[in-house]
């Protein structure tokens, strides 16, 4: 099955400053590569995403890069704001075949005004 | 459009004690997942179901007992609840194809086992 790690576990950055997690997986097969974001007291939410054809994706202040040879992916939060505290979460994943998505340890995120 | 809701947000039970985790949503999707969270363990699958009458197990199975009877619901059960099971629970459901594989996730079930 697919092994998860998320790096670091919990990250402080200033507010405007930028802020970077990764992921590594095991499995080669993953094809998906989600970012989910959990407020205090709400369920995760997605944030962005990035297939196994595309190396990069932006979306205003968040961006998700892919390696897939080296089996990781990562998120970028520019100029960060109080709002972007929150726990950050990955879960590759195939898209077919299977439907167990197997979230990493997650990564704490404090943006300090 | 009330997307993923979860009964009760919060509850206390007793060792021993039963109690069934209530998820209903209204996205007409498929697919639908059981997690739990504890503090520094993440999301950890507990049963998933690919469909109407079908339930499969997850990384932490033991202990839960799941029931898909209906497409829009899924239920969570335990029929002994232990302190080790006092943790967050979160429902979720996806449309399960490969172009729709984004999880929508509930509020939140909060129990405590004494």
């Known amino acids: 099955g697919e092994n998860v790690e998320q790096h670091p576990s919990t990250l402080s950055v200033q507010e405007g400053d930028s802020a970077v997690i990764k992921c590594t997986y095991s499995?080669?097969?993953?094809?998906?590569f989600p970012w989910y974001k959990q407020e205090l007291g709400k369920g995760p939410q997605l944030i962005i995403d990035?297939?196994?054809?595309?190396g990069e994706k932006k979306d205003q202040r968040i961006a998700v890069t892919l390696n897939k040879t080296a089996k990781h992916f990562s998120l970028h939060i520019t100029e960060t704001q109080p709002e972007d505290s929150a726990v950050y979460f990955c879960?590759?994943?195939?898209?077919?075949?299977?439907?167990?998505?197997?979230f990493g340890t997650g990564t704490r995120l404090k943006v300090l005004a | 459009n009330a997307g993923v809701t979860q009964t009760p947000k919060f509850r206390v039970l007793k060792t021993g004690q039963s109690m069934t985790l209530l998820c209903a949503q209204d996205?007409?999707?498929?697919?639908m997942y059981w997690y739990r969270q504890d503090p520094g363990m993440g999301l950890r699958l507990i049963h998933y179901?690919?469909?109407?009458?079908?339930?499969a197990k997850g990384e932490v199975p033991d202990g839960y007992n799941v029931s898909r009877l209906k497409k829009q619901n899924f239920l969570l059960g335990l029929e002994s609840a232990a302190p080790s099971q006092t943790s967050v629970y979160f429902c979720?459901?996806?449309?399960?194809?490969?172009?729709?594989?984004?999880?929508?996730f509930g509020e939140g079930s909060r129990l405590t086992v004494l």
């Open positions: 996205m007409n999707h498929e697919y």
């Open positions: 879960a590759p994943h195939l898209t077919w075949g299977t439907y167990k998505y197997i």
């Open positions: 179901s690919v469909g109407e009458g079908t339930t």
């Open positions: 499995d080669s097969a993953s094809n998906y």
């Open positions: 979720a459901s996806s449309y399960g194809t490969s172009g729709n594989v984004e999880l929508f």
């Open positions: 990035i297939r196994s054809n595309v």
